[in-house]
Every structure is written in structure tokens, then in C-alpha cells.
């Protein structure tokens, strides 16, 4: 990245949280490029699910285009590992998939996986772009939100140096500093039921959504004097017919978070924008980049306001 000292300067004051969203995460690549093309890099940022990819990634030292390549050259067999088994054809069964006298039988009880997919593709594809960074050597600070599936614990991956900075004003969070960024993202992004949860220690660790979706309060813990989120919002299929398991689970629990959001939001973000994609299903790879177009445009629209806090942050109290 190519800074000048005022921009860093100005930069240092601003931290982004970037909420989770399936494919619509895309946004934040646009979110990301108008704001570096003003000059406002974040100092700091914290992400969730997809949001966390995409915050991973920049806080690593890609630039929004190169990021946006990398998404575009990411295909359904990059990440398909199924969990095969009678388990698997059962819950095929019972989802209208296959006839179920063809998966159940009185004289076997089913041994259902932990999801659907078991995350170890995109596992490895998150360690392989992510050069096998760990936090602390990272270009940016960095936080990226799990949720412990047995526990409920909300689970921050991050530095040692930023967990002394968070952990005093984040109680009850668990902090993980010694685990590499593609673990990281690999935790935050497994979608309940969809992939398997990974496995951490002693820790089964799921999406971050469950517990804190757009990561806000963990910037103002940082001590940003300005903190911008990215809320996608749950309406990942307002209006399109959602037409299987998967897409009513990832609904289900998007309308279940969005309450919770809305009130950790209104106590941590100055500006939060919204960049209101529906209709984006989880096989919507043609939408991706109107998504980021439409981030983009979003965050051009709020430049004026974004600004005015700023320029509020650097004048003396």
C-alpha cells in the first residue's frame, strides 16, 4: 500500500468492522477501494464470516482489486469436499433429494456428519492465500470473530498485542493469538450444518455471526476514534424463492442475528453503512461483482459524512 504520511496519519483514527453475508460480502471489496482511493485506509479492522475474508485479506497487504481476483478465480470445486456417508444420503432423504427408502433402514441407526461440506478445500485455500500468516505479522491489526459451538463464547483471533489492547474492555471473550489467519477465516466462515466446525484445541469454533456479526464493539474497544461497520443485513433472498435446506438455514439464522445486530450497532458505530444487496443466493457467483460495485457506491454516497467525523476526530477536544 501506498500511503502518504498525512493519509496514515489520518487513517490511524478510523477503524472498519465488516459484517458476514455470504457471497455479498463481495461489498466490502468496494467499501475497500473507495476509501483507499480517499486516502482513508483503516488502522485497524475486525471481521466477521465474510467480512472476515475480506478484512483478512487487506489487512495482509492485498490491495480491493487484487482481493476482487482472487474471489473471481475461486470456483464450487475449490471448496467442494462433501461428507459422504449414510448419514449424508439420509439427510438427502429427508430433503427431497433422494426417496428415503433408499437411505433409511430400521436396522442401522445414521451417523449424521458434522455438516455438509468438511471445510478442509477451503481450509487450505484460505492458508494458501493468506501465505500462512499469523496476526502479528501482519501489515494491519487485525480481529477475526468465531463463536465456540459447545460453550457460546465469543471467540476473537488476534495478535498478542492487540489482545492486551481489546481484552480489558471485552470481557467474558475468548482470545486466541497463536493460530495462523487461514484458521482464522476458516473458523469464522463455517457456516452451521454447512461446513464442519473447526477444530481448535479443545474448541469447536462456527461462524462468528451467532454472537457478534458486525464486529463494531470490538473497533471501539481498539480505541478507533471513528468506527465505520458494514452491515449486510439478513435479507440475503427477500424476494427470490428459497428453494432448498441450505438456503433456509443460512436465512433462518441471518433473521435470528439481525436484532442483536441492530442493537450492538447503535452503541459502538458512528457510521454504518448499508449496502442493502438482496436477493443474492449462496450459488450467486454472477452477482459478485455487482456487489462490489455496489459497495462502492454506497460508500462514495457517505464519503461527505465520513469526512466531517473524521475531521471531527483530529480537532482538539
Not at 492487540?162 to 484458521?183: I, K, Y
Not at 461446513?195 to 481498539?222: C, E, H, S, T, Y
Not at 432448498?244 to 457510521?271: C, K, P, R, S, W
Amino acid at each position: 500500500m501506498d500511503i502518504s504520511p498525512l493519509r496514515k496519519e489520518k487513517s490511524s483514527l478510523v477503524g472498519l468492522a465488516l459484517g458476514g453475508g455470504g457471497l455479498r460480502g463481495a461489498a466490502h471489496i468496494g467499501v475497500l477501494k473507495v476509501l483507499q482511493a480517499e486516502g482513508i485506509v483503516p488502522g485497524f479492522l475486525a471481521g466477521t464470516s465474510a467480512g472476515s475474508v475480506v478484512a483478512g485479506l487487506f489487512a495482509a497487504g492485498y490491495s480491493p482489486d487484487k482481493i476482487a481476483s482472487l474471489l473471481a478465480g475461486v470456483t464450487p470445486g475449490d471448496l467442494w469436499d462433501p461428507a459422504l456417508g449414510r448419514g449424508f444420503l439420509l439427510l438427502l432423504g429427508l430433503t427431497g433429494f433422494l426417496p428415503l427408502d433408499t437411505t433409511f433402514s430400521p436396522h442401522w441407526i445414521p451417523h449424521l456428519p458434522l455438516g455438509l461440506l468438511k471445510g478442509e478445500k477451503l481450509e487450505r485455500l484460505l492458508l494458501k492465500v493468506t501465505r500462512n500468516l499469523y496476526f502479528h505479522q501482519l501489515p494491519l491489526p487485525l480481529a477475526v470473530v468465531a463463536t465456540d459451538l459447545n460453550s457460546g463464547a465469543e471467540v476473537i483471533f488476534c495478535s498478542p498485542a492487540t489482545r492486551e489492547r481489546l481484552a480489558p474492555h471485552l470481557p467474558g471473550r475468548v482470545f486466541l493469538t497463536d493460530q495462523p489467519l487461514g484458521v482464522a477465516l476458516r473458523a469464522s466462515t463455517a457456516i452451521p450444518g454447512i461446513f464442519f466446525p473447526k477444530q481448535v484445541g479443545k474448541r469447536m469454533l462456527v461462524d462468528g455471526g451467532l454472537k457478534n456479526n458486525v464486529p463494531a464493539a470490538i473497533v471501539k474497544a481498539w480505541g478507533s476514534r471513528v468506527v465505520l461497520a458494514v452491515d449486510l443485513e439478513f435479507a440475503s433472498q427477500r424476494d427470490d424463492r428459497i428453494g432448498n435446506f441450505l438456503e433456509v438455514m443460512i436465512q433462518t439464522t441471518d433473521i435470528m442475528g439481525q436484532t442483536i445486530t441492530d442493537l450492538q450497532l447503535a452503541g459502538a458505530a458512528h457510521y454504518v453503512l448499508y449496502p442493502q444487496i438482496y436477493n443474492m443466493n449462496l450459488l450467486a457467483l454472477d452477482k459478485i461483482p455487482a456487489a462490489i460495485e455496489r459497495g462502492a457506491q454506497v460508500t462514495a454516497e457517505a464519503l461527505p459524512k465520513i469526512k466531517e467525523l473524521i475531521r471531527r476526530a483530529q480537532s482538539p477536544a
